[in-house]
């Protein structure tokens, strides 16, 4: 269904409107401080099974409570309330085509950046083409002069909307010094993760990443990998801690997330990652994630919440 920008339908506060009339107040904290936690969603359009497929979802959800809970709010949404509202929207928009979700639980009200409530939420589904050609084209990047945020102070685990200022800093230092994006390091001078996505490289055949542990997000596209790597590839997967570089000699290189996907990296610094063409792994590891985000590898359905139909009756999926 086509709907211009502002008409399309948002859910908030329970209630399902148009997205002009979603309105949020200017004093909030979430306004004034980026007192949010969310979760970006995406959900596929399967044409051949009519089904919208959305990505992960209690991996989402879990997230998010634990957002939640680590940013004290005074109030954590059930996985029931976080599902039911963004089906409900969905369908209300009977989006038949790629969408992005995006779930912000917010501190509303009049307090100040250390108020625990109210809380409340939105979910806004908002169509998403994807790029066909993807993997065409590589991306350039730099170690980013910022360091990425740790657990000890902000910590990268908690997916809250005021920590994509550290993303922020390091994208636009890299796009004004001429690359696509950027890596970061992490306190300990270790590669952490990308500015809005996780980090793998490969060498000599073997998938590396950096562990939870380095200041990344705990990223589902991440694990999705790592267990489509393992099993369906047979590939030798580590997570250990990256030097900048290892970066630099290593034979591929890519980012991943719910946004990006599989995103190739073909030069870093200056450096030519492998041929300067995108990586044979890479390339089988991009394929297989589609094939399981649209419900086409057998054995991931697991992986997969159908929008239209009765999910309820699907087993194992939400819990
Ligand atoms: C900083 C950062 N790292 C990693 C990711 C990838 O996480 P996921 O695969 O859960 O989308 C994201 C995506 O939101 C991100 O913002």
Redesign the pocket.
């Known amino acids: 269904m086509n709907r211009d920008e502002y008409n399309r339908l948002i859910w908030i506060s329970g209630k399902i409107v148009p997205l002009k009339d979603a309105t949020i107040n200017v004093l909030s904290p979430t306004a004034q401080f980026g007192a949010n936690v969310f ?2 969603i995406r959900c596929y359009w399967n044409d051949t099974k009519q089904e919208l497929y959305a990505f ?1 979802l209690v ?2 959800y879990v ?1 998010l409570q634990n957002s939640m809970k680590m940013f004290r709010m005074g109030n954590i949404y059930s996985m029931d309330e976080l599902r039911q509202g963004l089906i409900d929207v969905i369908k209300a928009n009977n989006y038949k085509e790629d969408i992005a979700v995006r779930q912000t639980v917010f501190i509303d009200g009049f307090g100040s950046w250390h108020s625990k409530e109210p809380v409340n939420m939105f979910i806004a589904p908002i169509p998403r083409k994807r790029l066909e050609n993807s993997l065409d084209e590589g991306l350039r990047c730099c170690i980013s002069s910022w360091e990425r945020i740790s657990d000890n102070n902000i910590s ?1 685990k908690v ?1 809250v909307g005021a ?2 200022i550290n ?1 922020r800093m390091a994208h636009m230092e890299a796009v004004e010094n001429g690359y696509d994006s950027a890596i970061l390091l992490n306190n300990h001078g270790k590669v952490a ?6 980090l793998f490289i490969v060498r000599d055949g073997v998938l590396i990443t950096p562990p939870t542990s380095a200041s ?9 990998i790592i267990e489509l790597a393992r099993k369906e590839l047979n590939l030798d997967v580590l997570e250990m801690e990256i030097n900048r570089t290892d970066l630099y000699i290593c034979d591929e290189a890519f980012l ?5 996907e599989v995103k190739p990296i073909i030069n870093i610094d200056g450096y030519t990652i492998g041929t300067g063409q995108v990586g044979e792994i890479t390339k089988r590891i991009y394929e297989l994630y589609l094939s399981a985000v649209y419900g086409e590898l057998q054995g991931y359905e697991k992986w997969l919440t159908p929008i239209y139909q009765d999910v309820d009756r699907i087993e194992g999926v939400i819990t």
């Open positions: 979760e970006g992960r991996e989402h997230r990268p997916k920590n994509y993303s993760e990308g500015t809005g996505a996780c990344i997000l705990e990223s589902i596209t991440r694990s999705t991943c997330g719910s946004a990006v």
